[in-house]
Structures are given as C-alpha cells and as structure tokens.
C-alpha cells in the first residue's frame, strides 16, 4: 500500500450509480451477507432518507481508486449506519475513522443528534473504532445474522459529539498525513 514518502490523498464523496461495482466488490469481500447491487441502486435513487458516501485513496498522482463506503440513513435527528466498509488492501490506514468521522459530521450539520448501528458481538476491531467516537453498546439483537446466527451488539452515538468528531478527522495517519 503506501510506502514512505508517498503522497496519499483522500476524498469523501457522494456515491454515484457508477461506483456500485466497486462498492459491492468491497461489500463482498468484507461481509458474509454482502447487499445485493439492487439496494445500492435503491440507496441513490430512491431513498430519500439515504446519505451514502465513498472515500477515494490517490496514491503520488495515480487515478482514485475507492476504498471504502458508508451508508446512513436519516430519520429526523436521527442516524442509523447500515453499512460502512473499507477494502482489505487499505485497511488500519484510518480511512474507516476517517470516513466516519466526516459522514458523522454532515449529519450534525444536517440535524443528526443521535447515530446508531449494529455490529457482530465478534467484530473487536470495528467496536474498538466506534468506541473511539463514542458508541455505546445500548442493547443486543438475538440472532441478528442470518449467516450464522450471530448476535448483533446495538450501539448508540448519544449525543453526537462534533468536537470529538473533529479530533477524530484531523488525527494524522498514513491515509491523513496532516491535512
């Protein structure tokens, strides 16, 4: 991936029809029930409660390339994450945190008070960086996964913190080389 004294350049952006490719290849190889392409589709066209996003990595001038995506949906003030993932080849770069971080604040700026998502009780890495923002396991869903049966914790962002949320986004890493 990067290697000192590469340049990394990072942007979030809204995830366009074009992008359901390379977001489902990513889904794939990070989940054991990946969404199908339809609900990608359904996301950017039809669901007005959807903010999804993708956040692209440009190496030393080469073409961007996403690695990663988020899907989050608003209910009044509130947020639900359905789905947040980052390619293998990119991973432990901060782009997760970072890509969190930034979709979190659009959504205080929008109005977002409170976020919610669920994750697999075995998922330590992905509870460890929700903790980091502040997430709290709230509750358990029984069962939630259908592959395996698996709980699902259910954690809360309650309130939403910009400040953390700011701290978060500017922390340097190789992803994030002091911006």
């Known amino acids: 991936?990067?290697?000192?004294?590469?340049?990394?350049q990072t942007r979030i952006r809204r995830m366009e029809l074009k992008d359901i490719q390379r977001v489902r290849e990513i889904d794939v190889a990070s989940f054991a029930l990946p969404w199908p392409?339809?609900?990608?589709?359904?996301?950017?066209?039809?669901n007005p409660a959807?903010?999804?996003?993708?956040?692209?990595?440009?190496?030393?001038?080469?073409?961007?390339?996403?690695?990663?995506?988020?899907?989050?949906?608003?209910?009044?003030?509130e947020a639900?994450?359905?789905?947040i993932a980052i390619d293998e080849t990119y991973r432990r770069?901060?782009?997760?945190?970072?890509?969190?971080?930034?979709?979190?604040?659009?959504?205080?700026?929008?109005?977002?008070?409170?976020?919610?998502?669920?994750?697999?009780?075995?998922?330590?890495?992905?509870?460890?960086?929700?903790?980091?923002f502040g997430f709290q396991v709230a509750g358990i869903r029984p069962r939630y996964y259908k592959d395996n049966g698996e709980d699902a914790l259910l954690m809360t962002l309650k309130p939403v913190q910009p400040?953390?949320?700011?701290?978060?986004?500017?922390r340097r890493t190789p992803a994030n080389p002091g911006k």
């Open 80 to 83: 639900h994450i359905g789905t």
């Open 37 to 46: 392409e339809r609900s990608y589709r359904f996301e950017i066209l039809e």
């Open 50 to 77: 959807s903010h999804s996003y993708v956040i692209e990595v440009e190496l030393d001038g080469d073409k961007p390339v996403i690695a990663g995506m988020i899907v989050m949906w608003f209910i009044l003030d």
């Open 93 to 132: 770069l901060g782009l997760g945190r970072l890509l969190l971080a930034e979709s979190v604040l659009d959504a205080y700026q929008r109005g977002i008070r409170i976020c919610y998502l669920e994750v697999r009780r075995s998922n330590q890495a992905a509870q460890g960086m929700y903790e980091q």
């Open 163 to 170: 400040e953390r949320l700011e701290a978060l986004r500017r």
């Open 1 to 8: 991936m990067s290697k000192p004294g590469e340049t990394v």
